[in-house]
């Protein structure tokens, strides 16, 4: 069974943002996809006045894009109004460009769950 929920435990999310490079601030979190307890992908965020996508990481495309729909609920849900990717790059920013990510910079998110419907065909 899959599950997506925010990481809890504060080790594996600091060993993420080691792993990726990234500083380790106030706001910042993770998002999580675990399939039987092991984490087949991940978002690192940090939370301000919008969401900023500090790396994702899922190397299946049909679960990439249900993750980074749930991490951005997840913001939406936590008062977060929009979501910059900017910081995203390489492979993954151009996988997440195909689903339509990078229609607006940032990315209303209400709009994006309004507009951007299962995109068939660009996964």
């Not at 990726?20 to 979190?29: D, K």
């Amino acid at each position: 069974m899959l599950e997506m929920k925010p990481v809890q435990e504060p080790d594996l999310v600091l060993e993420l943002f080691q792993k990726e490079g990234i500083p380790f601030r106030e706001g910042c979190g993770a998002f999580g996809i675990a399939e039987r307890g092991t984490l087949a992908g991940y978002c690192l965020f940090c939370m301000g006045q919008s969401m900023q996508m500090l790396a994702v990481r899922c190397d299946d495309p049909l679960l990439l894009d249900g993750l980074v729909r749930a991490a951005l609920n997840h913001g939406s849900l936590s008062g977060v109004a929009e979501a910059d990717f900017s910081a995203i790059s390489g492979e993954m920013r151009d996988r997440l460009d195909k689903m339509g990510y990078f229609q607006k910079d940032p990315l209303p998110i209400e709009w994006f769950f309004s507009v951007c419907k299962p995109c068939k065909g660009m996964i």
